[in-house]
């Protein structure tokens, strides 16, 4: 599962022996009107889990949501990356924002402006991290935008899940590695390392799945 509003080609290097594993990337749907993130789960399950047991992965929200599919269906291994397991894990700015209700007045309909700005005199680096934003972020949709930073926000996990594998980078500025406990550290790993250190991931989380753990 990608991340806030992220559509799954950002798993488009992630490979894994395919005599092993089917990989279903799963996408964002639209949320009905006032949807908890819990039923939002359920309807994902129902939609997409044929097979039992399988191996749930996902990136930043996309972590929260697998965490909470995983309550509805049979799993062999759950694994989040650049996310967050609990609730306390949350910066604090993300806290703050939450207690003081700010995120309910945020203007995500200005991420529609993003293909606009390119029309703009900006630099070559601004116009690249617009090409990335175009490439990777494609669902704008305003209801789901309102929707998803209030659940990420107002998540309310106390414990972690029994069993989960974290992997985070130490250099996360969505979710720094100071807040987050018991986890996978990767060097130099950023919130979007799931792009830039695929050749990790590639090695690594076929181990993870079958182990569930790194042998070192």
Same mark, same amino acid.
């Given at each position: 599962?990608? $991340?806030?509003?992220?559509?799954?080609?950002?798993? =488009?290097?992630? %490979?894994?022996?395919?005599?092993?594993?089917?990989? *279903?990337?799963?996408?964002?749907?639209?949320?009905?009107?006032?949807?908890?993130?819990?039923?939002?789960?359920?309807? +994902?399950?129902?939609?997409?889990?044929?097979?039992?047991?399988?191996?749930?992965?996902?990136?930043?929200?996309? $972590?929260?949501?697998?965490?909470?599919?995983?309550?509805?269906?049979?799993?062999?291994?759950?694994?989040?990356?650049?996310?967050?397991?609990?609730?306390?894990?949350?910066?604090?700015?993300?806290?703050?924002?939450?207690?003081?209700?700010?995120?309910?007045?945020?203007?995500?309909?200005?991420?529609?402006?993003?293909? /606009?700005?390119?029309?703009?005199?900006?630099?070559?680096?601004?116009?690249?991290?617009?090409?990335?934003?175009?490439?990777?972020?494609?669902?704008?949709?305003?209801?789901?935008?309102?929707?998803?930073? %209030?659940? +990420?926000?107002?998540?309310?996990? =106390? %414990?972690?899940?029994?069993?989960?594998?974290?992997? /985070?980078?130490?250099?996360?500025?969505?979710?720094?590695?100071?807040?987050?406990?018991?986890?996978?550290?990767?060097?130099?790993?950023? /919130?979007?390392? *799931?792009?830039?250190?695929?050749?990790?991931?590639?090695? /690594?989380?076929? =181990?993870?799945?079958?182990?569930?753990?790194?042998?070192?």
């Amino acid at each position: 599962m990608p $991340g806030m509003a992220a559509n799954p080609s950002i798993f =488009e290097r992630i %490979e894994l022996p395919k005599d092993k594993y089917q990989i *279903i990337w799963l996408s964002w749907k639209i949320p009905n009107k006032d949807e908890p993130l819990s039923s939002y789960a359920k309807r +994902m399950v129902e939609e997409v889990v044929k097979n039992e047991p399988i191996v749930l992965i996902g990136v930043s929200f996309g $972590g929260v949501l697998v965490e909470e599919m995983s309550k509805f269906v049979t799993i062999k291994r759950l694994i989040i990356i650049s996310s967050v397991k609990t609730k306390h894990e949350l910066p604090r700015r993300m806290k703050i924002a939450r207690d003081t209700g700010v995120y309910k007045i945020l203007p995500t309909s200005l991420l529609d402006y993003i293909a /606009h700005i390119e029309k703009l005199p900006v630099g070559n680096l601004i116009r690249k991290r617009l090409k990335l934003y175009q490439q990777y972020l494609s669902v704008n949709d305003k209801e789901y935008l309102d929707w998803a930073i %209030e659940e +990420m926000l107002c998540w309310r996990q =106390e %414990e972690p899940i029994k069993g989960i594998i974290h992997i /985070h980078g130490d250099e996360d500025l969505v979710f720094p590695i100071k807040n987050i406990k018991n986890c996978i550290v990767i060097p130099k790993g950023t /919130h979007i390392m *799931i792009l830039n250190k695929y050749k990790w991931f590639n090695k /690594h989380l076929p =181990e993870l799945i079958t182990e569930g753990k790194i042998k070192t």
